[in-house]
């Protein structure tokens, strides 16, 4: 994607309600054609930034600029957006062209633009053969394309998205995900996404700004997010099974547990300054090590498989090590049962470290 400039600016955005305080001094720079993720569990601020940019809330204090014009006063019909919500929302007694030209009537626009409008989004949607049929004749997928395209039809350059799959069941939910991921690819305008869902934030992404308490915890590419978690909330919230935490101390000779040392000379610290001290290394299931490839690793040792999940393509095994419980990702076709000792390899250019007090990554 080349990005030209910043198609959203956020400046120390604050939203109090009373004394409850929602988003706290919240900066983040959009750039024209991203796709970026708003992600977060419940409650932690993300469907409240994107009403903000949307102006269906009015903030206590900052400013929100779209296309460099301040609009953080403006009506929304006057920002230059279009929004797609968790609720298809459409008109049920009227068919798919009258939901997706009703807003363009009411605009006054010309008929042939109207017309040329709608065939467009349609086009771009795979909804032609839909345009006669009325909501309740479709399904959820097809009618989640309709409220998208309802919103394309306006010709704006930022898009914003709330959850807008989570009322469709799985196979819905990946179908609708790869389209609208080709349909930003097609467009290539900014759009912004809300989600609890994490595999829905790291396949659309190109950046994902991770959430809590109304702030921001970090913001970067999916590979960012993944493999150097800023801090341990972000660790522990991305990745299904969660990130293994483990508490030991980093001495001169490395990262010492359980009587076991992990060198850290290929560790590659924050800041670029080796730490001392109590710490925390997290490690992902899929990187520790299993099999003939662990005797290859700095540090191995034996485990006691607890439970076995198999998941087709791969294994979730859980395993005790040192009273901890450790979960590790093996090949669906590993030969593993509960109660066999299993040997592991950990490998610290693969693993993350936190200090222990802030959680904040060494």
């Given at each position: 994607?080349?990005?030209?400039?910043?198609?959203?600016?956020?400046?120390?955005?604050?939203?109090h309600?009373?004394?409850?305080?929602?988003?706290?001094?919240?900066?983040?720079?959009i750039?024209?054609?991203?796709?970026?993720?708003?992600?977060g569990?419940?409650?932690?601020?993300?469907?409240?930034?994107?009403?903000?940019?949307?102006?269906?809330?009015?903030?206590t204090?900052?400013?929100?600029?779209?296309?460099?014009?301040?609009?953080?006063?403006k009506?929304?019909?006057?920002?230059?957006?279009?929004?797609?919500?968790?609720?298809?929302?459409?008109?049920?007694?009227?068919?798919?062209?009258?939901?997706?030209?009703?807003?363009?009537?009411?605009?006054?626009?010309?008929?042939?633009?109207?017309?040329?409008?709608?065939?467009?989004?349609?086009?771009?949607?795979?909804?032609?053969p839909?345009l006669?049929?009325?909501?309740?004749?479709?399904?959820?997928?097809?009618r989640?394309?309709?409220?998208?395209?309802?919103?394309?039809?306006?010709?704006?350059?930022?898009?914003?998205?709330?959850?807008?799959?989570?009322?469709?069941?799985a196979?819905?939910?990946?179908?609708?995900?790869?389209e609208?991921?080709?349909?930003?690819?097609?467009l290539?305008?900014?759009?912004?996404?809300?989600?609890?869902?994490?595999?829905?934030?790291?396949?659309?992404?190109?950046?994902?700004?991770?959430?809590?308490?109304?702030?921001?915890?970090?913001?970067?590419s999916?590979?960012?997010?993944?493999?150097?978690?800023?801090?341990?909330?972000?660790?522990?919230?991305?990745?299904?099974?969660?990130?293994?935490?483990?508490?030991?101390?980093?001495?001169?000779?490395?990262?010492?547990?359980?009587?076991?040392?992990?060198?850290?000379?290929?560790?590659?610290?924050?800041?670029?300054?080796k730490?001392?001290?109590?710490?925390?290394?997290?490690?992902?299931?899929?990187?520790i090590?299993?099999?003939?490839?662990?005797?290859?690793a700095?540090?191995?040792?034996i485990?006691?498989?607890?439970?076995?999940?198999?998941?087709?393509?791969?294994?979730?095994?859980?395993?005790?090590?040192?009273g901890t419980?450790?979960?590790?990702?093996?090949?669906?076709?590993?030969?593993?049962?509960?109660?066999d000792?299993?040997?592991?390899?950990?490998?610290?250019?693969?693993?993350?470290?936190?200090?222990?007090?802030?959680?904040?990554?060494?």
């Amino acid at each position: 994607m080349n990005i030209q400039e910043t198609s959203v600016e956020i400046r120390d955005l604050d939203l109090h309600f009373d004394d409850i305080k929602v988003l706290q001094k919240l900066n983040l720079d959009i750039h024209e054609g991203e796709f970026i993720v708003l992600l977060g569990s419940s409650g932690c601020g993300k469907s409240t930034l994107l009403n903000c940019i949307a102006g269906l809330l009015e903030i206590t204090d900052g400013q929100i600029f779209i296309n460099g014009e301040n609009v953080t006063w403006k009506q929304p019909s006057e920002r230059g957006i279009g929004m797609v919500f968790q609720s298809y929302a459409l008109y049920p007694q009227m068919t798919v062209e009258g939901n997706l030209s009703f807003g363009l009537k009411n605009a006054r626009m010309p008929k042939a633009e109207i017309s040329k409008r709608v065939a467009r989004a349609a086009e771009v949607l795979q909804i032609e053969p839909l345009l006669k049929r009325k909501p309740a004749a479709l399904s959820g997928g097809q009618r989640q394309r309709v409220a998208i395209g309802r919103a394309l039809v306006r010709d704006v350059d930022v898009f914003l998205f709330d959850e807008p799959l989570s009322n469709l069941d799985a196979k819905l939910r990946t179908d609708l995900r790869v389209e609208l991921k080709r349909l930003h690819q097609q467009l290539q305008n900014t759009m912004i996404y809300v989600t609890h869902d994490q595999v829905e934030a790291m396949t659309l992404a190109d950046r994902i700004a991770i959430m809590k308490g109304g702030k921001i915890m970090q913001l970067g590419s999916p590979d960012e997010i993944y493999n150097r978690p800023q801090n341990r909330y972000v660790a522990d919230f991305i990745g299904s099974p969660s990130m293994n935490f483990l508490e030991g101390q980093i001495t001169g000779n490395g990262f010492e547990l359980a009587g076991l040392t992990l060198p850290l000379d290929t560790y590659e610290f924050a800041d670029g300054t080796k730490k001392s001290g109590t710490a925390t290394i997290g490690i992902r299931p899929e990187h520790i090590i299993t099999g003939e490839l662990a005797n290859k690793a700095p540090v191995t040792a034996i485990v006691k498989v607890d439970l076995v999940e198999p998941m087709g393509s791969d294994t979730l095994v859980y395993s005790d090590f040192n009273g901890t419980q450790l979960r590790l990702r093996m090949d669906g076709h590993a030969k593993v049962q509960v109660g066999d000792d299993l040997q592991i390899g950990l490998e610290p250019t693969k693993a993350s470290f936190f200090d222990t007090q802030t959680e904040d990554r060494l």
